[in-house]
């Protein structure tokens, strides 16, 4: 294993840390509507687990509202279910047609407690980002023993390794703050 392959690695793994941090914040609730709120909901469709994305179209007409309409009517029912039963705190309200969804505003008490549910989770992409760093890190001084990479092949790839840790811990703090201000201004 190369300098190149090791640095490809380290990349990979902390870009999937990053877009999992994405993911996962596009499913915390703020005082606006989203389809990322309810789409990665799983719904028992015919006994397969299976996400409403697939299943409904999701739409947010207004800035409180989410409405979700079954591509199969059949189907509505298992939908209603699941979101009640998903943690998102919000009651679902169907016509038989469509599902609406009322997104409440948030009091200040839910603002401060959602921010430290957004600090938590970065932080968790932080360290996920850091062990990569130091895998790669430990792959590269394990290239060096093995006389598969030179001690300044080893330095400098340990520093290439290092620029991707602090650019990745960069975008985590940009994904923190601006869904931090995006929940202050809700």
Do not use: W
């Not at 990349?11 to 596009?26: A, C, G, N, Q, T």
């Amino acid at each position: 294993m190369g300098m190149d392959e090791i640095l490809l690695e380290v990349e990979e793994k902390m870009e999937h840390d990053v877009e999992y941090l994405r993911k996962e914040f596009r499913g915390i609730r703020t005082g606006r509507a989203s389809p990322g709120l309810v789409e990665h909901i799983k719904v028992d469709y015919y006994g397969s687990p299976t996400d409403l994305r697939q299943l409904a179209s999701i739409t947010t007409p207004e800035g409180t509202l989410i409405v979700i309409k079954p591509f199969d009517p059949g189907s509505i029912k298992e939908i209603d279910k699941a979101i009640a039963a998903s943690n998102i705190g919000i009651n679902p309200q169907s016509d038989g047609k469509v599902i609406r969804l009322v997104i409440p505003p948030l009091s200040g008490e839910r603002r401060h407690q959602i921010a430290g549910q957004l600090k938590k989770l970065a932080e968790a992409a932080r360290v996920a980002v850091r062990n990569a760093r130091r895998d790669g890190n430990k792959d590269a001084d394990h290239q060096q023993k093995a006389a598969e990479m030179t001690e300044d092949d080893t330095r400098l790839c340990k520093e290439e390794i290092q620029k991707l840790t602090d650019k990745y811990e960069a975008d985590i703090e940009q994904l923190l703050a601006a869904k931090t201000q995006e929940i202050e201004e809700a």
